[in-house]
């Protein structure tokens, strides 16, 4: 059973860390996109879930840019936060940085936006989510970008007539 108190972002901020193998890359030694995709996926199904306090399935992943090869024998971290909190699903903000193994020529790699929708377990329909608690100035720019990255999402995706938006509408109204 989800709670119904608001939860602070770090209550579910989550971390993982890899080392690239040279399974996990292509010939040219650099990491699989694919492969990055799975790490990040699972990272943000797991931040959804401690949010949620339940199981969660992925609903969309926004634009990954890969701005940095990552290569064989790097470390990578993936962090992890819940940027906001819908009725039934939640956006989560996921960061890749890399490394090589000695802690050296650290940058940052890869980002994008996850939303999961929270399941009932019981039904296996949509359940409702607890709200998140921005604290932190950063938080509370995440926050109040999400509703926009939203109605993106959901033009995007179909479910969603531009001139039913309301926040960004006007990107897509004649002149």
Not at 51 to 78: M, W
Request: glycine share 8%; aromatic share 6%.
């Amino acid at each position: 059973m989800t709670t119904t108190r608001g939860k602070k972002t770090i209550e579910s901020k989550t971390v993982m860390t890899e080392m690239i193998m040279p399974n996990d890359t292509n010939p040219l030694g650099n990491l699989m996109g694919g492969n990055l995709l799975r790490w990040m996926d699972i990272i943000g199904g797991i931040c959804a879930g401690k949010h949620c306090e339940a199981h969660v399935v992925t609903a969309s992943v926004d634009n990954v840019s890969f701005q940095k090869p990552i290569r064989l024998g790097d470390v990578i971290t993936l962090e992890a936060v819940v940027t906001r909190a819908f009725n039934t699903s939640v956006e989560v903000y996921v960061e890749v940085f890399a490394a090589d193994v000695k802690g050296g020529n650290n940058r940052m790699s890869n980002h994008a936006y996850f939303s999961f929708v929270a399941i009932d377990e019981q039904t296996g329909k949509p359940s409702h989510v607890p709200p998140l608690l921005p604290l932190t100035a950063e938080e509370q720019k995440l926050f109040e970008g999400a509703n926009r990255r939203r109605e993106l999402r959901l033009i995007l995706a179909g479910r969603m007539k531009p001139k039913d938006a309301l926040e960004i509408k006007t990107f897509f109204l004649e002149n």
